[in-house]
């Protein structure tokens, strides 16, 4: 099966930038994703890339894609404190129509 | 159309007792999955359906789990004589046919603790 991984926690203070890491096995992946979760709530997605290309950047957003070493990172520009959530990598195999997600990272934004 | 919903948003129960879940997608999404997603944890796939047709289910699902799509719009998942390791939360999502630029979008969830 698949396998994703992330770091756990991240605490960043408010302004910096964030980055948050991501790896991935299944090389045939097509897309990747990252989903926001804040608590009690469902996932939103915040930002997606075809495993074609190597970043993509969306506002305050950038996705880097190391199709390589299967690794992935969002970078959060000037993190603010409604930023703070736990967030998702998820990968989209061939079979489109499953994700398999990281167990998320907890992003703490501090004044 | 506001998003995918799901409801209740909470369900306290009884180990032992059965309950039901709805998701209601978008409504021009014609596939609609469950996921589960136990605390610290991402989700993982329960089931997926294409319009009324259940394509897969993941061997999560065990038999007192079922998921119908009646009329290929709504969804509910039973969970038959609950027990406590089912307490989490139930995702449901949406997605439209293939070759959309739409990507799976999630409801609330339902978040399910069983006493």
């Known amino acids: 099966g698949e396998d994703v991984e992330q770091s756990l926690f991240l605490s960043v203070r408010e302004g910096d930038s964030s980055v948050i890491n991501c790896t991935y096995t299944?090389?045939?992946?097509?897309?990747l994703y990252w989903y926001k979760q804040e608590p009690g709530a469902g996932l939103q997605l915040l930002t997606y890339?075809?495993?074609?290309?190597d970043m993509k950047q969306d506002q305050r957003l950038t996705v880097l894609l190391n199709k390589k070493d299967k690794h992935l990172s969002l970078r959060i520009a000037d993190t603010q404190t409604g930023d703070s959530a736990i967030y998702f990598c998820a990968e989209e195999g061939l079979n489109d129509y499953k994700l398999s997600f990281g167990a998320g990272t907890t992003v703490t934004v501090r004044a | 159309d506001t998003g995918v919903s799901q409801n209740p948003r909470h369900k306290i129960t009884k180990r032992g007792q059965n309950v039901t879940f709805r998701c209601d997608p978008i409504s021009e999404h014609n596939r609609l999955y469950w996921y589960r997603q136990t605390l610290g944890q991402g989700p993982e796939f329960l089931t997926y359906f294409q319009n009324e047709a259940q394509l897969e289910k993941s061997r999560l699902l065990s038999d007192r789990f079922s998921a119908e799509r009646p009329k290929g719009s709504f969804s509910t998942l039973e969970i038959q004589r609950t027990e406590q390791g089912d307490s989490a939360m139930y995702l449901c999502a949406s997605s439209p046919p293939q070759g959309s630029n739409e990507k799976l979008l999630f409801g609330s969830g339902t978040q399910l603790s069983v006493l």
């Open positions: 299944d090389s045939s992946s097509t897309y």
């Open positions: 890339i075809f495993s074609n290309m």
